[in-house]
Nanobody, 124 residues
């Protein structure tokens, strides 16, 4: 069973950048499709980005396209989310998730494993 631990969240001013990391253990990380989701207070969890096992295929929510970049390092069992040009509306708890299989999904349900989340707060 994969265990996921996010890090890198924090408080940043609008226009700033953060890089989130998600370290995986107890599983064949390179076989998993990875995703990032976020959840703001009072809102449903929403898709941010996903990446296939080899990193050759990615998908982004329209709201972050061009500002966020997902990547992975299978040698380090880690997936990253580089977030640039941050906006106050990006404020949320960010979760990484893993699923077996090659399909990139935008909904939470197909993902089998979740981290505990890391808070990102963007001040205006």
């Amino acid at each position: 069973q994969v265990q996921l631990v996010e890090s890198g969240g924090g408080l940043v001013q609008a226009g700033g950048s953060l890089r989130l990391s998600c370290a995986a253990s107890r599983g064949l990380f390179s076989s998993y499709t990875m995703g990032w989701f976020r959840q703001a207070p009072g809102k449903e969890r929403e898709f941010v980005a996903s990446i296939n096992w080899g990193g050759s295929s990615t998908d982004y929510a329209d709201s972050v396209k061009g500002r966020f970049t997902i990547s992975r390092d299978n040698a380090k069992n880690t997936v990253y989310l580089q977030m640039n040009s941050l906006k106050p509306e990006d404020t949320a708890v960010y979760y990484c998730a893993a699923r077996s299989g090659a399909t990139l999904f935008r909904t939470p349900a197909p993902y089998n494993y979740w981290g505990q989340g890391t808070q990102v707060t963007v001040s205006s």
